[in-house]
Every structure is written in structure tokens, then in C-alpha cells.
């Protein structure tokens, strides 16, 4: 093999560092990881943490709409299989607190996941697909870009009981919106270790909207798992009912040695 690094460790040209980073990361290989599971499982905390050690773009459906939303011309549409759609209506029912329609937006995700897969960035999905329809127009999708071996699906278990305690009880901070963990030595914070603002408990983290949340994921997270069966996706479980950091090592452990990071 050629060598491509000085004897001190320093790569001989931007092409040859280039070169050596990818053999060193092993990450070359353009992964994709999908997380789903009740509310409250923890999605978006291990999201957070896996696209931190790996480097890869944690993509936000909420994100993706939310800035269409905020650029849209008066009257746009989007145009998606001879059916047009108001983007109007779409921030309407946003704001209504309803789903926005499926096509529009498996439309826009796959639109910025083309692009995250052009600039050669590898991608964790934790909110999206949400239902089968999503998914039916979303996962072929990413098989065109990235490859069905490269496909990492998770499903993050929790007991229902422990989805209403976790959601219920969740405390945000006023500043940066940093989730508190409910757990014993954090029942008695009255301020974010981060950032020092105060915490506070939303209204909408009550035990009735958590139980509808709950009966709208029953109801779409079977056909959502059939249709990943269907296509032969092996769907790996962890048991979510620990701390962060052990959810996390299930998760590490599952994905294997060939997810390894480039350590300074
Ligand atoms: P999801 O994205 O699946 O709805 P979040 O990551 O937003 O879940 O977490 C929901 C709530 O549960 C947050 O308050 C978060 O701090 C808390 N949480 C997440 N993981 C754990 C865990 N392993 N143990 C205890 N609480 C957790």
C-alpha cells in the first residue's frame, strides 16, 4: 500500500489526508441509522448522541418543514406526482397541531436526504418515517442513495407504562430547551446544570395528550414494522428502559466494529 503519511504522522498532501481519514474512520461508507419507538423511548436523546461520536447528520423532520414553512411565497405549491399542494395548508395543520400530508412531507425529506447523501455525510433519522405511507416513499428512496446493507434500523423498546412517567414528567429549560432527565438525583433541580435557566414543565407534557400520542403510535407502528419486515430489513431491539448511556452501549453493540470513529 502506498504510504501516504510522513514519518511523523502527518499526511503528504490534502488528497492523501483525505485518503487517511477515511481508512482511519471507516466511515467512507455512507450509513444510514434509523431510529423508532413509543414517545419518550429516546429517540432524539441517543440521535443526539450517535450523530456526536460518528459525525453524522441528524436529520429533524420537524426542521425540514419548519424551513419551507418560513420561506414559502404567498400561494406556493408543490407539485408531487400530478397533485399539487398548498404549502399554506401544510402550515396550517402544522399549526393546528395535525400531521402534515404524507407526500409533502416524504417529499421535502427525501429532497434534503439527497443532499446529505451528495455532500457525502451519513445520516440518522429518529422522528421519520413515522407511518408506513412514509416510509413506502422514504426507504426506497434511501436504498437508491445509500444502499439496503447500509441500513441500520433500531427499535428503542419501552414499556408503556414507563412512556407516560418519562413524557409526564419531562422538565425542560427555559433557555436552551435542554431535556432533564426523571431520575432520582434530578427530582430536586430547580435550574440547568448547562445553562443555569430555570426548568419548567410544559403544558402539553400532561398524562392525556401522552396517552393520545400513544394510540396514534400504536395505531402506525405495526404496518411500519410489517412493511420493514416485508422488505427484509432485520430490525435490531434495545431495551430502552435504562439509563442514557446503557441504551447507548446496546445500540454500540449492535452496530458493530464497523462503526468506528476517528478519535483526536
Ligand atoms: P423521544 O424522542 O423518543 O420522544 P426523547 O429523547 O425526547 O424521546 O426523551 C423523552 C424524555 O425522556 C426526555 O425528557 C428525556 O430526557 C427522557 N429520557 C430519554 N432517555 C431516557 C432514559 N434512558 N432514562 C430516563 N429518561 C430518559
Same mark, same amino acid.
Given at each position: 500500500?502506498?504510504?501516504?503519511?510522513?514519518?511523523?504522522?502527518?499526511? &503528504?498532501? !490534502?488528497?492523501?489526508?483525505?485518503?487517511?481519514?477515511?481508512?482511519?474512520?471507516?466511515?467512507?461508507?455512507q450509513k444510514v441509522i434509523i431510529?423508532? +419507538?413509543?414517545?419518550?423511548? +429516546?429517540?432524539?436523546?441517543?440521535?443526539?448522541?450517535?450523530?456526536? &461520536?460518528?459525525?453524522f447528520y441528524?436529520l429533524?423532520?420537524?426542521?425540514?418543514?419548519?424551513?419551507?414553512?418560513?420561506?414559502?411565497?404567498?400561494?406556493?405549491?408543490?407539485?408531487?406526482?400530478?397533485?399539487?399542494?398548498?404549502?399554506?395548508?401544510?402550515?396550517? &395543520?402544522?399549526?393546528?397541531?395535525?400531521?402534515?400530508?404524507?407526500?409533502?412531507?416524504a417529499?421535502?425529506m427525501n429532497k434534503r436526504m439527497a443532499e446529505i447523501h451528495s455532500? +457525502?455525510k451519513s445520516l440518522i433519522l429518529?422522528?421519520s418515517p413515522?407511518?408506513?405511507?412514509e416510509a413506502e416513499i422514504e426507504i426506497p428512496f434511501l436504498e437508491k442513495f445509500y444502499g439496503k446493507e447500509n441500513i441500520n434500523i433500531?427499535?428503542?423498546? $419501552?414499556?408503556?407504562?414507563?412512556?407516560?412517567?418519562?413524557?409526564?414528567?419531562?422538565?425542560?429549560?427555559?433557555?436552551?430547551?435542554?431535556?432533564?432527565?426523571?431520575?432520582?438525583?434530578? !427530582? +430536586?433541580?430547580?435550574?440547568?446544570?448547562?445553562?443555569?435557566?430555570? $426548568?419548567?414543565?410544559?403544558?402539553?407534557?400532561? !398524562?392525556?395528550?401522552?396517552?393520545?400520542?400513544?394510540?396514534? @403510535?400504536?395505531?402506525?407502528?405495526?404496518?411500519?414494522?410489517?412493511f420493514y419486515?416485508?422488505e &427484509?430489513f432485520?430490525?435490531?431491539?434495545?431495551?430502552?428502559?435504562? @439509563?442514557?448511556?446503557?441504551?447507548?452501549?446496546?445500540?454500540?453493540?449492535?452496530?458493530?466494529?464497523?462503526?468506528?470513529? @476517528?478519535?483526536?
Amino acid at each position: 500500500m502506498k504510504n501516504i503519511l510522513f514519518n511523523n504522522g502527518l499526511p &503528504k498532501s !490534502v488528497e492523501d489526508g483525505k485518503a487517511a481519514l477515511k481508512n482511519l474512520n471507516g466511515n467512507h461508507i455512507q450509513k444510514v441509522i434509523i431510529l423508532f +419507538g413509543p414517545p419518550g423511548a +429516546g429517540k432524539g436523546t441517543q440521535s443526539e448522541l450517535l450523530a456526536q &461520536k460518528f459525525y453524522f447528520y441528524n436529520l429533524d423532520t420537524s426542521r425540514v418543514l419548519e424551513e419551507k414553512f418560513k420561506n414559502a411565497k404567498p400561494g406556493e405549491t408543490i407539485e408531487i406526482n400530478g397533485k399539487k399542494y398548498l404549502v399554506s395548508d401544510e402550515i396550517e &395543520k402544522r399549526r393546528k397541531g395535525t400531521l402534515c400530508s404524507v407526500e409533502f412531507t416524504a417529499f421535502l425529506m427525501n429532497k434534503r436526504m439527497a443532499e446529505i447523501h451528495s455532500l +457525502g455525510k451519513s445520516l440518522i433519522l429518529s422522528g421519520s418515517p413515522r407511518s408506513r405511507a412514509e416510509a413506502e416513499i422514504e426507504i426506497p428512496f434511501l436504498e437508491k442513495f445509500y444502499g439496503k446493507e447500509n441500513i441500520n434500523i433500531f427499535f428503542l423498546d $419501552l414499556p408503556q407504562e414507563q412512556t407516560i412517567f418519562r413524557n409526564s414528567n419531562r422538565r425542560i429549560c427555559e433557555l436552551m430547551h435542554h431535556s432533564i432527565l426523571y431520575i432520582p438525583e434530578n !427530582v +430536586g433541580l430547580k435550574r440547568c446544570p448547562l445553562d443555569g435557566s430555570r $426548568l419548567i414543565h410544559r403544558d402539553l407534557d400532561n !398524562v392525556e395528550t401522552i396517552k393520545s400520542r400513544l394510540e396514534e @403510535y400504536e395505531q402506525t407502528v405495526a404496518p411500519l414494522e410489517e412493511f420493514y419486515t416485508s422488505e &427484509k430489513f432485520s430490525i435490531k431491539k434495545v431495551n430502552a428502559d435504562h @439509563y442514557v448511556e446503557d441504551v447507548f452501549d446496546g445500540i454500540l453493540k449492535e452496530l458493530g466494529p464497523s462503526f468506528k470513529v @476517528y478519535e483526536i
